[in-house]
């Protein structure tokens, strides 16, 4: 009898975290789509469709998309009550955790402050807010402006206090700063901003114009703190004489 009624119970917990996992598959299959529709130039927000023609891989993807949009949003019991659960639980787990939201352009070197990939435990929030409370017929095209994503996630807040104190005074013992300029770097809101610095200059050539774009960087990000760092970077690059750039995994030019 006993084993019998062990048997049960495992059958019914293997049941529930098999559903737990389907859940969040399902959630996380939702941006993956999105992201594959836009890839195809599919963006149902704007009624737009790079190609009129019809084409069987974008239309599969599009139709896969809105028919689990329509899952979600016809259950609203099953996946408002298991993000609820898991937004109370595994905050931590599901910060350290993220995916690719929107077409990354242009591709960079940076990490801290990615505009195109999303912390799983803010997808969860986007889909909260915008499908099961909003009632949207598709997921937003971005994710920043909606107000409910915690921007921490997306500043290397949560980095160690030793790995981010460490990066602060390389870089100021490094370049000649400011006042305004040393506070920036020390507001803890602004760590992204210092880690992305270090990473850049961890993994780019030490020249003289990677130099100067750092000391650029930094006295743009105190004038304007909307500025990401990618986004000068790719002024830096292709918009600039970028001949003396050089990563350090590729050989010097002949």
């Known amino acids: 009898m006993r084993n019998i009624f062990l048997i049960i119970t495992l059958s019914f917990i293997s049941g529930a975290a098999f559903a737990q996992d389907t859940i969040a598959h399902d959630l996380r299959k939702l941006a993956h789509l999105k992201l594959w529709c836009e890839v195809h130039g ?4 704007q009624k737009e469709f790079s190609d009129r023609k019809k084409d069987r891989g974008r239309d599969s993807l599009f139709y896969q998309y809105v028919s689990l949009i329509a899952k979600v949003k016809k259950s609203p019991k099953i996946y408002l009550t298991y993000i609820n659960k898991v937004l109370k639980e595994n905050t931590d787990s599901l910060r350290k955790q993220e ?9 960079t070197p940076l990490y801290y402050y990615n505009s195109y990939s999303i912390k799983i435990i803010d997808l969860y929030r986007v889909i909260k807010y ?4 909003r009632d949207d017929d598709y997921l937003p095209e971005n994710f920043v402006d909606l107000g409910v ?9 949560y980095e160690p206090e030793p790995k981010r104190e460490a990066a ?8 000649s700063l400011n006042a305004k300029e040393k506070k920036f770097l020390r507001d803890e809101l602004n760590v992204g901003y210092v880690m992305d610095i270090k990473n850049f200059l961890d993994t780019c050539a030490q020249t003289a114009e990677n130099e ?3 000391r650029e960087s930094i006295a743009s990000f105190v004038k304007d703190k909307e500025v990401p760092l990618d986004g000068l970077y790719f002024y830096h690059r292709h918009l600039k004489d970028t001949e003396g750039y050089m990563p350090r995994d590729k050989e010097p030019r002949k």
Do not use: Q, T
Request: charged content about 20%.
């Open 42 to 45: 599919v963006f149902p927000n």
């Open 99 to 107: 995916m690719v939201y929107k077409i990354p352009f242009p591709p």
């Open 130 to 133: 915008s499908l099961l409370e």
């Open 149 to 157: 994503i915690d921007p921490k996630n997306y500043h290397g807040y």
């Open 168 to 175: 602060i005074k390389y870089i100021i013992k490094r370049f």
């Open 212 to 214: 100067l774009f750092i």
